[in-house]
Structure formats: C-alpha cells, structure tokens
C-alpha cells in the first residue's frame, strides 16, 4: 500500500557529510511514523532515527546521537537523513520505513524500501 524508495547512499570519506531521502508514494494520505535503520554485513538490522508522524518528535540510537539527524516533508512525502562524522562503523546498507505506531523494533514497520549503500572509509 506504501512505496518507499531511497536515494543519496554513496562511498565517502570519515568525518565525512552524506544526506539520504526517502520518497513514499501509494496510500500515503494514511499518517505514518518512519523510520531509518541499516544493516552491515553479518549484523543484523538495526534501528538508527525515527519521526513522528508530525515530525515534531525525534529519537536516535545511541551510536547516532549528535551525528545524525532525521527530518520530514509530508507534503512532499519525503524523509531525509542528514548524516555527520561519518565512521567507518556507519558503513551498511540503510533503509526507511512506515510504521503504523512510534517503534524501535524492526518487526513494528510494515512497510520498507529497498535500500541505500553508504560505505564510509578510513
């Protein structure tokens, strides 16, 4: 019912800058909170920033707090991560979400795109 497409992952230096989008289409006059998450090779998924559904509230992992920041346009049905002081430990494939209710825990989204490689070098 939800579409989410993300964009902007990319190869870039540590200490270095990187902004993501995520563009949803579909059923997207239904209110949803989102959510960024990533995953590095042989870890499982984890929770990075989440939005309310005003964008009024935001919350992080503790490993993102003061780096990483997360924003929303619903009029243009956009969510950006804006990313700063890369690490190499940030390197994974990061993806967005749509979550019915305010959650940290990957089973909570129903829906997800399909992904956006950002490989950070040391």
């Known amino acids: 019912q939800v579409q989410l497409v993300e964009s902007g992952g990319r190869l870039v230096q540590a200490g270095g800058s990187l902004i993501l989008s995520c563009a949803a289409s579909g059923r997207t006059f239904r209110p949803y909170h989102m959510g960024w998450f990533r995953q590095a090779p042989g870890k499982e998924r984890e929770f990075v920033a989440g939005?309310?559904?005003?964008?009024?509230?935001?919350f992080y992992a503790d490993s993102v707090k003061g780096r990483f920041s997360i924003s929303r346009d619903n009029a243009k049905n956009l969510v950006y991560l804006q990313m700063n002081s890369l690490k190499p430990e940030d390197t994974a494939v990061y993806y967005c979400?749509?979550?019915?209710?305010?959650?940290?825990?990957?089973?909570?989204?129903?829906?997800w795109g399909q992904g956006t490689q950002v490989t950070v070098s040391s």
């Open positions: 979400a749509a979550a019915g209710i305010p959650s940290i825990v990957v089973a909570s989204y129903d829906y």
């Open positions: 939005i309310s559904v005003s964008g009024g509230s935001t």
